[in-house]
């Protein structure tokens, strides 16, 4: 998809932002007790903190790990969509629980009961993620940014 450093900064940005407002979303609503349209305002206060962190993950490190773990499973001859696939089911494995880390380390006030919090964040967010990333962010932001930068 991003053939240049510029079109990775711009589609890291965009898949970073809807990832993670969704993920604060639903994390958000798990602990009032369900999902009310309030939800998607109050997301925007922990935004502010959690997009910059998975941007600066993603771009720095996750992406290049991810491409690495992911050419252990398939090779450059395979189909495209195999190795999109192999490489957001990387990056999802990675993210998913270092940004439950951060935030159970900032908004969960977790305590002596980090490790456990953490891991139950981390438990609950891995399978939305996964769907959510694989089956509608992915191919959403990989649409938007194909009409954005169209390969000639």
């Not at 999902?35 to 206060?45: D, E, G, I, K, S």
């Not at 490190?61 to 990387?90: E, Y």
């Not at 880390?101 to 967010?125: C, D, P, S």
Request: hydrophobic residues 60%; proline residues 5%; aromatic residues 18%.
């Amino acid at each position: 998809m991003p053939k240049t450093k510029f079109q990775n900064v711009i589609f890291t940005l965009m898949m970073a932002f809807l990832m993670v407002y969704a993920m604060i979303c639903y994390n958000i609503s798990l602990n009032i007790g369900g999902m009310t349209n309030q939800v998607f305002l109050m997301a925007f206060h922990e935004m502010v903190i959690m997009w910059p962190a998975a941007f600066i993950l993603e771009f720095f490190i996750v992406d290049n790990l991810a491409h690495k773990l992911a050419f252990r499973i398939v090779t450059p001859k395979d189909r495209p969509f195999a190795i999109t696939v192999a490489i957001s089911v990387m990056i999802i494995a990675i993210m998913c629980p270092v940004m439950s880390f951060i935030a159970t380390l900032l908004f969960k006030n977790a305590g002596k009961e980090f490790v456990a919090v953490w891991f139950q964040t981390t438990f609950l967010n891995f399978p939305v993620a996964f769907f959510w990333q694989l089956i509608y962010c992915g191919p959403l932001i990989r649409f938007l940014f194909g009409k954005i930068f169209p390969e000639k």
